[in-house]
Protein backbone atom coordinates (compact mmCIF):
# COMPACT_ATOMS: atom_id res chain seq x y z
CA UNK A 1 0.00 0.00 0.00
CA UNK A 2 3.51 2.03 0.84
CA UNK A 3 4.61 1.53 -2.49
CA UNK A 4 1.30 2.34 -4.66
CA UNK A 5 0.93 5.88 -2.41
CA UNK A 6 4.40 6.96 -2.85
CA UNK A 7 3.80 6.00 -7.45
CA UNK A 8 1.09 7.77 -7.26
CA UNK A 9 2.85 10.94 -5.24
CA UNK A 10 5.59 10.80 -7.41
CA UNK A 11 3.17 10.80 -10.82
CA UNK A 12 1.28 13.74 -9.23
CA UNK A 13 4.43 16.11 -8.71
CA UNK A 14 5.83 14.96 -12.30
CA UNK A 15 2.40 16.01 -13.99
CA UNK A 16 2.11 18.86 -11.32
CA UNK A 17 5.86 20.60 -12.91
CA UNK A 18 5.07 19.59 -16.45
CA UNK A 19 2.24 21.44 -16.16
CA UNK A 20 3.56 24.73 -14.92
CA UNK A 21 6.05 24.44 -17.14
CA UNK A 22 4.02 24.38 -20.02
CA UNK A 23 2.30 27.34 -18.44
CA UNK A 24 5.83 28.99 -18.56
CA UNK A 25 6.60 28.72 -14.83
CA UNK A 26 10.08 28.25 -14.09
CA UNK A 27 12.15 27.23 -10.73
CA UNK A 28 15.51 29.05 -11.69
CA UNK A 29 17.22 30.36 -14.00
CA UNK A 30 17.97 34.57 -15.24
CA UNK A 31 18.46 37.13 -18.04
CA UNK A 32 22.13 36.19 -17.07
CA UNK A 33 23.89 32.75 -18.09
CA UNK A 34 25.92 33.21 -14.89
CA UNK A 35 22.61 34.24 -12.65
CA UNK A 36 22.68 31.42 -9.92
CA UNK A 37 19.34 28.76 -9.78
CA UNK A 38 18.07 29.69 -6.84
CA UNK A 39 14.12 30.53 -6.24
CA UNK A 40 13.57 33.12 -3.39
CA UNK A 41 16.81 32.80 -1.75
CA UNK A 42 19.25 35.47 -1.07
CA UNK A 43 23.15 35.11 -2.25
CA UNK A 44 26.53 36.98 -2.04
CA UNK A 45 29.60 36.51 -3.48
CA UNK A 46 32.34 35.90 -0.69
CA UNK A 47 36.55 35.79 -0.80
CA UNK A 48 39.41 35.10 1.12
CA UNK A 49 42.70 35.31 0.17
CA UNK A 50 46.15 35.19 1.96
CA UNK A 51 48.78 32.92 2.80
CA UNK A 52 49.43 30.55 5.37
CA UNK A 53 52.97 30.04 7.32
CA UNK A 54 54.46 28.37 9.56
CA UNK A 55 56.01 29.82 13.50
CA UNK A 56 59.65 30.46 11.43
CA UNK A 57 57.37 31.96 8.70
CA UNK A 58 57.76 29.97 6.45
CA UNK A 59 55.28 28.59 3.93
CA UNK A 60 53.36 25.59 4.26
CA UNK A 61 52.08 24.08 1.26
CA UNK A 62 48.57 21.99 0.94
CA UNK A 63 46.97 23.12 3.92
CA UNK A 64 42.60 22.84 3.37
CA UNK A 65 40.96 26.06 3.37
CA UNK A 66 37.41 26.38 4.20
CA UNK A 67 34.31 27.65 5.33
CA UNK A 68 32.66 26.00 8.65
CA UNK A 69 29.30 24.75 7.29
CA UNK A 70 29.66 25.63 3.77
CA UNK A 71 29.68 22.36 2.16
CA UNK A 72 31.97 21.32 -0.95
CA UNK A 73 33.99 24.48 -1.26
CA UNK A 74 37.67 23.87 -0.01
CA UNK A 75 40.84 24.84 -1.20
CA UNK A 76 44.64 24.00 -0.47
CA UNK A 77 47.30 26.33 -0.20
CA UNK A 78 50.34 26.55 -3.10
CA UNK A 79 53.99 26.02 -2.95
CA UNK A 80 54.18 29.51 -1.37
CA UNK A 81 51.65 28.92 1.12
CA UNK A 82 48.75 31.30 -0.60
CA UNK A 83 45.23 30.51 -1.36
CA UNK A 84 42.38 32.12 -2.37
CA UNK A 85 39.27 30.90 -1.20
CA UNK A 86 36.09 31.61 -3.36
CA UNK A 87 32.22 31.34 -2.88
CA UNK A 88 30.15 32.67 -5.24
CA UNK A 89 26.40 32.57 -4.42
CA UNK A 90 26.94 32.15 -0.72
CA UNK A 91 23.84 32.88 1.11
CA UNK A 92 25.08 36.08 3.14
CA UNK A 93 25.19 35.79 6.70
CA UNK A 94 26.44 37.59 9.36
CA UNK A 95 29.73 36.24 9.92
CA UNK A 96 31.52 33.07 8.21
CA UNK A 97 34.48 31.13 10.36
CA UNK A 98 37.29 30.26 8.05
CA UNK A 99 39.09 27.24 8.56
CA UNK A 100 42.68 25.69 8.26
CA UNK A 101 43.49 22.33 9.08
CA UNK A 102 47.21 20.55 7.73
CA UNK A 103 46.54 17.17 6.57
CA UNK A 104 50.30 16.11 6.99
CA UNK A 105 48.89 16.41 11.09
CA UNK A 106 52.41 18.46 11.75
CA UNK A 107 50.41 21.81 12.80
CA UNK A 108 47.26 22.57 14.48
CA UNK A 109 44.11 23.73 12.86
CA UNK A 110 43.70 27.79 13.46
CA UNK A 111 40.51 29.74 12.41
CA UNK A 112 39.19 33.00 12.19
CA UNK A 113 35.31 34.87 12.29
CA UNK A 114 35.37 37.26 9.32
CA UNK A 115 31.82 39.58 9.81
CA UNK A 116 31.53 40.78 5.97
CA UNK A 117 30.15 43.82 4.77
CA UNK A 118 28.74 42.98 1.67
CA UNK A 119 28.40 45.39 -0.94
CA UNK A 120 27.14 45.89 -4.69
CA UNK A 121 24.02 44.44 -4.89
CA UNK A 122 21.36 45.34 -7.49
CA UNK A 123 18.17 43.76 -6.88
CA UNK A 124 16.38 41.65 -3.89
CA UNK A 125 18.44 38.92 -3.97
CA UNK A 126 21.92 39.47 -4.97
CA UNK A 127 23.20 41.00 -1.71
CA UNK A 128 26.31 42.57 -3.42
CA UNK A 129 30.11 40.87 -2.63
CA UNK A 130 32.97 41.08 -0.05
CA UNK A 131 36.91 40.42 -0.10
CA UNK A 132 39.05 40.24 2.32
CA UNK A 133 43.11 39.12 2.78
CA UNK A 134 43.77 36.96 6.06
CA UNK A 135 47.27 35.57 6.75
CA UNK A 136 47.29 32.28 9.04
CA UNK A 137 50.54 31.24 11.52
CA UNK A 138 50.22 28.10 12.18
CA UNK A 139 51.74 26.51 15.22
CA UNK A 140 53.60 22.62 15.69
CA UNK A 141 51.44 19.98 17.17
CA UNK A 142 52.86 19.78 20.42
CA UNK A 143 54.64 16.01 20.83
CA UNK A 144 52.31 13.16 22.24
CA UNK A 145 54.02 12.13 25.66
CA UNK A 146 54.98 8.21 25.92
CA UNK A 147 52.89 5.68 27.32
CA UNK A 148 53.75 3.95 30.86
CA UNK A 149 54.19 0.76 28.68
CA UNK A 150 56.24 2.61 26.30
CA UNK A 151 58.79 3.68 28.67
CA UNK A 152 58.80 0.10 30.88
CA UNK A 153 59.70 -1.88 27.52
CA UNK A 154 63.33 -3.04 27.36
CA UNK A 155 65.36 -5.42 25.37
CA UNK A 156 67.05 -7.03 28.06
CA UNK A 157 66.52 -10.83 28.07
CA UNK A 158 66.46 -11.36 31.87
CA UNK A 159 63.85 -8.55 32.60
CA UNK A 160 60.53 -9.35 31.30
CA UNK A 161 58.35 -7.22 29.79
CA UNK A 162 54.87 -8.43 31.68
Same mark, same amino acid.
Given at each position: ?10 KWCAMLSTL ?29 EGAVLNEDG ?11 DHYGDTTKT? !? ?27 ? !? ?42 ? !? ?10
Amino acid at each position: MKQIKKYLRVKWCAMLSTLLGLLGFAACGGKEVDEPCLYGQPYANFKVEGAVLNEDGKAVNEVKVYVRDHYGDTTKTD !QDGKFVFNANYIFPDKSYWVMTEDPSGIY !QADSVEIEPKFEGGDHDWYSGSYSTTHNFTLKTKPAEPETPEEN !QKTDDPEISNE
